[in-house]
């Protein structure tokens, strides 16, 4: 089976065909998160170049999915991360990307049940993109023999529920509660995709175990490294500040920020409804990715937060990502530990169980 993955839209795509690999130039990654940069990338399989209505180009690359995979697991996590771990990322990560391919070729992206971002801007000539809108796809940069191996080892398994293949999301850290489907996306329970409870990714967990602690930091790659606050954060704005961002990122002139008010909580303590008061209008927004785009200035680490106000807003939170399904970093603290991935995708999808596609 071959995925076609979108790496890269711009004027001109700028990029180095080799004899067996080619190479893009300034390949944008993060795209509107905190660690948002662009790297030049260099990609197995075929490349092709569309071109748009728009006069822009997108450039796709066509790889077996069993290669992609490699690079997949080595992109969202290190390739150096206990092998139990980059397992259960490849039965997930293949578990998701077939889903994407069926809903491709049926042109449903319904299937999905997924955000009204995806919806809205389903892909047009490709499967997947190459960055966190879908799964990270950074070529072959970051892999190693590891990596590899966990995705042979576990060659054509999936996540079934109900005989159907899961809708595997992941994030890199839930803050101690994973958080159910409906909090994020729509209005429909999954049950495989429930809350459950996650002591794994708190650094408390392994503050006083060497070894442990060191395991966990090879499981994360440079750029994930550089955000040390990923399981409890705090921010600070003032009342001005705050109010340009909001009106810079929602295009909604607020006045001078009253009050941020919780409305609706999902199980982990995530918001998917705030009440933003200002002096000119208020408003109801959500859900949760929406509330941590509007609230910063690139995006929130998650809608898991406490509001103090006195001359300033301080928000108080917990977990890096929204939180449903696989905790990266509880997963790989797991496999460290000595799970089986058989175990810890039992323990983030509950109810689910492994097959062959």
Known sequence: MTIRVGILTAPKIEFEQREQTFVLRNVRIGIGFHW?????????GRLEILHNADGSETAVNVIDLEDYLCSVISS?????????????????????????????????????????AFES???????VCADDHCQRYEGLARMNDRAVAAVRATAGQVLVYNNQICDC??????GGRTEEFETCWEDIHIPYLESVECPYCNPAYAANNKILNE???????????????????????????LGAIIREKSGIDFGDILDLIPLKRGKSGRIYELEIVGTKRRQTIGKELTIRRWLSKTCLYSSWFDVKKDSH???????WGHGVG?????????AAEGFTYDKILAHYYPGSSLAHA
């Open 36 to 44: 948002d940069r662009r790297e030049d990338q260099e990609f197995a």
């Open 76 to 116: 969202e996590m290190s390739a150096n991360s206990p092998v139990e771990l980059l397992k259960a990322h490849a039965v997930i990560s293949r578990s998701w990307a077939i889903r994407a391919i069926e809903a491709n070729k049926s042109s449903n992206t319904r299937i999905f049940a997924s955000s009204n």
């Open 121 to 127: 801007n389903g892909h047009i000539g490709f499967d």
């Open 169 to 174: 999301r992941f994030h890199k850290c839930c």
């Open 215 to 241: 395991k966990i930091r090879k499981s994360l790659n440079d750029y994930d490294l550089e955000t040390a606050d990923y399981h409890d954060w705090q921010v600070t704005y003032s009342v001005a500040e």
């Open 313 to 319: 807003f301080h928000l108080s939170g917990h977990g």
């Open 326 to 334: 696989l905790c990266q970093i509880g997963a790989a603290t797991m």
